[in-house]
């Protein structure tokens, strides 16, 4: 089901036939590229869909041309409404590095300098501070968008995508969290810190960030039903409905709908919702490579050009870099979005004109997805026409069920667990009782998680993957909760841990 454009392995754009008989031209290697790439993007899309992927859309652009769209699946499982090429998907991540373009407009203008410190525009340290004094005062714009603050790697993750805290609360907490690494040195991807970059450009200008990002890039690029809050893809008409899969108590998937609920707080981090039809602008402008869109200036090339160059590397396998926003490989740039519910790609090459955008409504097939059709683009530019990538991902991202140990101890009398337990840096964790079921709520978020018993004083949140364990029954209440969901990244104030203390 779908949308389907794509050209043959026998014919290219534009083509007509010869003034008079003999050789015709020599075919571009791209084309058998192409129509390959089609045929599996459908094929692998239905062992996806069969396996729990409602939707999804693909596109491939060649020098300036879309050579392949797909449109696959339906965006919502309840209506049935098919995925068109219109249909907006969360970009996760992929927002990264429209932020960081967006800061490269504000170097232009000369309201900013990638070696700005943060705390140029963070200046109040009741709002900003870090725990480390040096890194305070010199982390740099530039660090925050590659991600070498020095603050552990995805930090702060469980504040916005569990407990759904304020960003003022996740900055201020920075000031409790050592770095792991020296100002500068190694990449740790942490989304806080990435979207200090983004909003301080929304201060150096005096606006709100989703007012900016839309004014100054997306408008201009014609990406005009593109989204930067949550509230305002939930409200587009054509909207793919995300959802997450998991096992329930009984072994059996269940496919519910499901948003990270503080996406919006690390907004230029990870906000953003688009179509794939306007993702192709998006390739095009990356490609074109001069920072001009339809004749109009976007950003300059030197700043364009910023962004996309590798300044740490990844890992230790040195072979990918990170940019502004951006992966860098020896041949292609990329960036991948991934948040519970969804799973979004772009990948382009410069020195060939290929780019590419994938677009996934749920997480583990998602990213089996995704992944498979990265890759085989890959071996396809490479010659290798017969790889197939679906076995191998597929078994990495499906679901697991994980069973409960055998012969359980008891948890004892469940009016012993339900209260409130308070945690400094995280905040509350709220544990109900109803209809002989505990039922535990993360501080701000509304979402309620049926929590299984799993042995003795340990029970499971199947839903998001969390353990909780109840500890110290004083007077027929446990007095302590440790969560599995909340890494203790902290060094001050000592009780700041991943322990939860009851307060009532």
Request: charged share 15%.
């Amino acid at each position: 089901m779908g949308h389907t454009t794509g050209f043959s392995s026998s014919s290219s754009p534009g083509s007509s036939p010869g003034p008079s008989p003999g050789p015709g031209p020599i075919p571009d290697p791209m084309y058998q590229v192409i129509s390959l790439f089609d045929q599996y993007v459908k094929s692998t899309f239905s062992k996806a869909s069969q396996a729990g992927l409602p939707g999804a859309a693909v596109v491939l652009i060649y020098k300036g041309k879309i050579v392949s769209m797909n449109a696959l699946g339906v965006r919502d499982l309840e209506s049935g409404l098919p995925v068109t090429p219109d249909t907006l998907f969360l970009l996760a991540s992929v927002t990264k590095s429209f932020s960081a373009t967006n800061v490269a407009q504000q170097v232009d203008k000369g309201l900013m300098r990638w070696n700005d410190t943060v705390n140029t525009y963070f200046n109040d340290p009741n709002e900003f501070d870090l725990y480390d004094p040096t890194a305070y005062n010199d982390l740099t714009i530039a660090d925050c968008l590659k991600h070498t603050s020095g603050l552990p790697a995805a930090e702060g993750d469980p504040e916005a995508f569990t407990f759904n805290n304020s960003y003022s609360h996740m900055l201020y907490n920075q000031r409790f969290v050592l770095n792991t690494s020296a100002l500068g040195t190694t990449h740790q991807y942490n989304n806080i810190m990435y979207a200090l970059g983004g909003y301080s450009a929304a201060i150096a200008n005096n606006k709100a960030w989703v007012d900016l990002i839309k004014e100054e890039l997306l408008n201009p690029l014609g990406m005009n039903t593109a989204t930067t809050n949550l509230s305002d893809f939930l409200n587009s008409p054509n909207h793919a409905t995300h959802y997450i899969s998991y096992y329930n108590d009984s072994g059996s998937i269940i496919r519910t709908p499901s948003y990270p609920p503080a996406l919006d707080e690390i907004g230029p981090a990870g906000s953003m919702g688009a179509s794939i039809n306007q993702l192709v602008n998006w390739l095009n402008f990356q490609l074109a490579g001069t920072g001009m869109f339809n004749g109009q200036i976007i950003v300059s090339k030197e700043n364009l050009d910023a962004t996309r160059t590798g300044y740490v590397y990844i890992d230790d396998k040195n072979d990918t870099m990170y940019g502004y926003g951006w992966d860098i490989d020896k041949t292609h740039i990329s960036h991948a979005g991934s948040i519970p519910s969804s799973k979004a790609f772009v990948n382009f090459y410069p020195s060939t004109g290929v780019g590419m955008a994938i677009l996934t409504n749920e997480g583990s097939m998602g990213d089996a997805f995704r992944m498979s059709v990265y890759k085989k683009l890959i071996d396809l530019m490479n010659g290798d026409e017969t790889s197939d990538f679906w076995p191998i991902f597929y078994d990495t991202y499906k679901p697991v069920y994980q069973q409960a140990p055998d012969n359980p101890t008891g948890p004892g009398d469940l009016a012993n667990y339900p209260g409130v337990y308070l945690n400094d840096f995280y905040g509350n964790i709220t544990i109900k009782l109803e209809n002989n079921v505990l039922i535990s709520y993360y501080c701000l978020n509304d979402q309620s998680f049926n929590l299984t018993h799993w042995n003795d004083t340990t029970f499971a949140a199947r839903s998001n993957g969390d353990l909780l364990t109840f500890k110290n029954l004083t007077d027929g209440k446990y007095q302590q909760l440790v969560t599995y969901v909340a890494p203790d990244y902290t060094v001050i104030p000592t009780n700041v841990t991943n322990t939860f203390n009851r307060t009532e």
